[in-house]
Each structure stands twice: as structure tokens, then as C-alpha cells.
């Protein structure tokens, strides 16, 4: 375990300049910002999809850009996405938590995002060519639900939706279906939160989109520990198959990243990491994993795919050992 625990130090660098965002950059007064969605733009941009959270408590997404996707930033003046209550009611006290994607097949980014309504949490989709103007196809999963991604192709003719709905004391990561984007179903549940005092027992939910490598979707998911003092978010990572993302290749046993410094620690939510995007390097290998700390400010971490795959390899021989001898899963 000493081994893994300096191995875990190896697989996310913190940015020397961390947080790189926080609610003193923007142009108007904001509470916060943290978990902001990911992309790079054609040209090469890094565009971040932030969460700012007002002074009601109501948050709106705000974009930006910087060409280093380190420092620079250039933030919109004003929010980019905004609750749109007239039309949208499910978004009435306010949007949360893009995952954007992009879509090849449409020349287009799909954001994924929580719409907080009346009823609770939900899933809802815009799609966008520039980050100035949403089409808006209102909620594709009803509350409660969010932590949900779209794949980037569809798979045997279908739109593919990771999601996590929750049900009762306990959340799940599910797969929908879709033909047009807008009519989802085909659900199932394809990745079990542990029980008992694991790191993921209970809740976990998938951070940011799946990356897709030549061995599969790569996973990050948080896992939500109970602790009597508060909850820990931590990220630890699975492998899907690449033509049916249901199968779980394999599944790592330890976390790989979780809260270690003063602004991770403490915050409007302490102990917080909180992934809701990536980019990946010219080299196709480096990620920029941008999240939230704290639900207080943006952090930036850099990794590798392919450090992730092989630590993953060796982190998940003991979880087929102890699912062979006695699946807590099933004795849970
Ligand atoms: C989760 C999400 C995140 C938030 C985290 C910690 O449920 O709502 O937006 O960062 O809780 O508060």
C-alpha cells in the first residue's frame, strides 16, 4: 500500500500556479467558481465551461479561454449560460456542472449539465458551435439525476448518456440510449458503488466524459465517503469496453486523486476534488484535468493515458481477487 500511495503522487501533478480561477478573476461579483467543463476549440484554445455560484446560492455556467490552458484566461464579461426560467422551468434555481463533449458528427459540443428545478436535480443538453449560442433540448434525464456525459459517436446507430441517478441513500452509475438525442432509454446499470467503508461505497458518479483510449472508455469517477465529520470526493478510475461501454473491464481498487491541499481542503465544501472536464495533448496521451476544489475555485492537474492504463492494470488484480472470493457487492 506505501508503494501505491507514492504512485498515486505520480499520476496527477498539481499546478504550480493552483487554483488557477477563482471568484476574484471575474468581471462581476460571484461567490465562487469550481467544476468547470472542458474542451479544446479548433484552434487550439482551451475553453473551460465554469460554474459560478451567486449570491442567492443559484449558479450559471461562465466560459473561459486561455491559449496555454494554464494562465491568461479570458473570461466572458457576463454568464454564458444562464438559468432560462421562462422557458426552461426545470432550470429554475440555476445550471451546474457542464461535461462537454464534442461531436463530430454534428461539428458540434454537447453540454451536458445539471438543471436544478423545483423537483430536484436533472439532466438537461444544449448543443453549441461557438459557446455563444445554446440550443437548448431541455432535460434528457429527470431528477434526480446528474454526473452525466455524452459519448462523442454513437454506438451500433445510438446516442450513448452516462448518468448517475440516485435511489434512496444510494447513487449509481447507469447508460441510456438514444437515436435523436432527445428520447433516451435502454437504461442500465453499469457501475456499482461499493459498500461498507470503501472509498466509493454508496455514491460515486462519473467526473468527466469518458476518454476514449484503444483499450477501452477510460472512466474517472468520484467516489463520496461519509465520514462523521463530512463527506470526502475522491476520483478513481474503470475501464469500459470500447463497442458495448456496459462491460466493465476492469476497475481500479484504490483512489488516484483526492483533497491533499489548503484549497482542496477548505472551502464552501471542504475536502473536494471534483473533475468535470479534461484535455488531451497533441500527443494524444498528456491530460489537463481541470476541477472544481472545494466547490470554492478552479485547479488544474496533469497526467498521462497511458500511466493511467497501466496503473490501472496493476491497482485492479486485487479487486478480481477479492470479487472472486467474496464480492462485497453482492454480500452488501
Ligand atoms: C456534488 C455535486 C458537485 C459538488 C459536490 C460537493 O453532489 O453537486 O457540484 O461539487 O457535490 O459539494
Redesign the pocket.
Known amino acids: 500500500m506505501i508503494a501505491r500511495n507514492k504512485h498515486h503522487a505520480k499520476l496527477f501533478q498539481r499546478d504550480e500556479n493552483n487554483p488557477i480561477l477563482t471568484a476574484n478573476d471575474w468581471h462581476y461579483p460571484v461567490n465562487t467558481v469550481?467544476?468547470p467543463g472542458a474542451t479544446l476549440l479548433k484552434d487550439g484554445t482551451t475553453l473551460l465551461l465554469c460554474r459560478a455560484e451567486d449570491f442567492r446560492g443559484h449558479s450559471h455556467l461562465t466560459a473561459a479561454r486561455s491559449l496555454n490552458g494554464i494562465d491568461n484566461w479570458e473570461i466572458d464579461p457576463e454568464p454564458t449560460l444562464f438559468a432560462d426560467i421562462e422557458n426552461h422551468p426545470e432550470e429554475t434555481w440555476g445550471v451546474?456542472?457542464p461535461r462537454i463533449t464534442y461531436v463530430p458528427e454534428m461539428d458540434q459540443y454537447a453540454v451536458v449539465y445539471?438543471s436544478y428545478s423545483r423537483g430536484g436535480p436533472g439532466v438537461s443538453l444544449a448543443m453549441t458551435k461557438d459557446f455563444h449560442r445554446f440550443e437548448r433540448y431541455g432535460v434528457i434525464m429527470s431528477p434526480e439525476d446528474?454526473d452525466a456525459a455524452l459519448l462523442p459517436r454513437r454506438i451500433n446507430g445510438r446516442w450513448v448518456l452516462i448518468h448517475r441517478p440516485v435511489s434512496g441513500n444510494v447513487a449509481n452509475i447507469w447508460i441510456s440510449y438514444s437515436n435523436d438525442l432527445r428520447y433516451w432509454g435502454d437504461q442500465k446499470m453499469i457501475l456499482e458503488a461499493r459498500r461498507g467503508p470503501w472509498w466509493d461505497a454508496n455514491k460515486i458518479g462519473l467526473s468527466p466524459p469518458p476518454i476514449e483510449t484503444a483499450e477501452g472508455w477510460l472512466f474517472m469517477y468520484h467516489g463520496v465517503r461519509q465520514t462523521p465529520s463530512g463527506?470526502i470526493?475522491r476520483l478513481g478510475l474503470a475501464l469500459m469496453e470500447l463497442e458495448n461501454p456496459e462491460v466493465c473491464i476492469r476497475r481500479g481498487n484504490t483512489w488516484i486523486f483526492g483533497p491533499e491541499t489548503s484549497y482542496e481542503h477548505n472551502g464552501d465544501?471542504n475536502n473536494?476534488v471534483?473533475p468535470c472536464g479534461y484535455t488531451i495533448g497533441a500527443d494524444g496521451d498528456k491530460l489537463n484535468i481541470y476541477y472544481?476544489a472545494a466547490?470554492n475555485s478552479i485547479a488544474l492537474a496533469t497526467s498521462s493515458t497511458r500511466m493511467l492504463l497501466d496503473w490501472l492494470r496493476e491497482d485492479s488484480v486485487e479487486s478480481d481477487y477479492i470479487y472472486s472470493k467474496a464480492s462485497d457487492t453482492v454480500l452488501g
Open positions: 469550481f467544476n451546474e456542472d445539471t446528474k463527506c470526493y465544501v473536494v471534483f472544481g466547490d
